[in-house]
T-cell receptor, first 111, second 117 residues
Framework: TQLLEQSPQFLSIQEGENLTVYCNSS?????LQWYRQEPGEGPVLLVT?????EVKKLKRLTFQFGDARKDSSLHITAAQPGDTGLYLC???????????FGTGTRLKVLA | EAGVVQSPRYKIIEKKQPVAFWCNPI?????LYWYLQNLGQGPELLIR????????DSQLPKDRFSAERLKGVDSTLKIQPAELGDSAVYLC???????????????FGEGSRLTVL
């Protein structure tokens, strides 16, 4: 069974702090996505990374896909209360076009 | 443009009762997914449809779960009989066909929260 392990599982920080969330697997993915989910809603796509070593920036969020396409990280600079939510990575397996979701990281940013 | 619509939003039933969830995907999205999500965890795929064909149902507990997508648009997920461990959020998602040039953003509905007593 393919697994995407995220760390940390929970994170509570003060507004203005930086943080990094990790997504690791022993499997290779053709692409990897990051989603954010707020309570009572479905996940919403933040970014898709496709190429090994790729780095994408979305305002205060920086996403990186590992060179071997087995892992990824999400870095948030100067976190704000609006960043609070459940962050999910999702790897797309090649050939089967099947998404495997990570275990999730619950972030709480305190004002 | 309307997003993915699911109903009901909440359902409370007693164990051994049946329950059904309905999903209307985004117009034009051929691929439809049903996921199960436990609190604070990542979604787990139950079944994936390409049009009306179930192309991946390997994680669907077929003894009590069933799904259909007649005419390749709306879909229904049924549980009969429900067990205590089925309490979770059932998410429906849709996407354009995933291929070489489309990495396929998943568009999720708000989910149907099931509580089995």
């Amino acid at each position: 069974t393919q697994l995407l392990e995220q760390s940390p599982q929970f994170l509570s920080i003060q507004e203005g702090e930086n943080l990094t969330v990790y997504c690791n697997s022993s499997s290779v993915f053709s692409s990897l996505q990051w989603y954010r989910q707020e309570p009572g809603e479905g996940p919403v796509l933040l970014v898709t990374v496709v190429t090994g070593g790729e780095v994408k920036k979305l305002k205060r969020l920086t996403f990186q896909f590992g060179d071997a396409r087995k892992d990824s990280s999400l870095h948030i600079t100067a976190a704000q209360p609006g960043d609070t939510g459940l962050y999910l990575c999702a790897g797309l397996t090649s050939g089967t076009y099947k998404y495997i979701f990570g275990t999730g990281t619950r972030l709480k940013v305190l004002a | 443009e309307a997003g993915v619509v699911q109903s009901p939003r909440y359902k409370i039933i007693e164990k051994k009762q049946p329950v059904a969830f309905w999903c209307n995907p985004i117009s034009g999205h051929n691929t439809l997914y049903w996921y199960l999500q436990n609190l604070g965890q990542g979604p787990e795929l139950l079944i994936r449809y390409e049009n009306e064909e179930a192309v991946d149902d390997s994680q669907l507990p077929k003894d009590r779960f069933s799904a259909e997508r007649l005419k390749g648009v709306d879909s229904t997920l049924k549980i009969q009989p429900a067990e205590l461990g089925d309490s979770a959020v059932y998410l429906c998602a849709s996407s354009l066909d995933i291929g070489l040039f489309n990495t396929g953003e998943l568009f999720f509905g708000e989910g149907s929260r099931l509580t089995v007593l």
